[in-house]
């Protein structure tokens, strides 16, 4: 139940991130108000380790594959795409599409194993509640 609320929270704090750098966007530029957003995010979690955690950092670099750790670098791409998208649609449309295209690549990325994510079987289910939610799309537009 607590991942639930913590979904919850994640995805209403992302709507309202996703409000805030496109109104910083309008005063700045797309890149440095990603650039701040970035290093803002890197202040807070640099506080939080000190405070709590303390974990060895060079642990980070032990992770395999590599490739795993480009993961700042693709925040710095979701920051953009969504100032983007909400400056185009407005948060409501964006949000939906983003949360839609989630649901879609992590469907793919379960049902192929990839990233070392395991594997999950076909369910017609889970494609019949995605198509419910683009069509919710598509209901909402008009």
Not at 30 to 50: D, G, K, P, R
Not at 83 to 101: E, T
């Amino acid at each position: 139940m607590l991942g639930f609320w913590i979904a919850l929270i994640s995805g209403a704090c992302m709507s309202i991130q996703g409000v805030f750098n496109t109104q910083v966007t309008k005063s700045s530029s797309i890149w440095s108000a990603n650039m701040f957003v970035q290093a803002s995010a890197f202040l807070v979690c640099l506080a939080v380790w000190l405070m709590t955690d303390r974990a060895n950092l060079g642990n980070v670099f032990r992770v395999e594959p590599k490739y795993m750790l480009l993961g700042g670098a693709i925040g710095a791409v979701i920051t953009y795409t969504v100032i983007k998208a909400m400056a185009m649609l407005g948060p409501a449309r964006a949000a939906m599409l983003i949360v839609v295209s989630q649901l879609l690549v992590a469907y793919i990325i379960e049902l192929l194993g990839w990233f070392g994510v395991e594997k999950e079987p076909f369910s017609w289910r889970k494609v019949i509640g995605m198509a419910v939610a683009i069509a919710g799309i598509i209901l909402f537009k008009w």
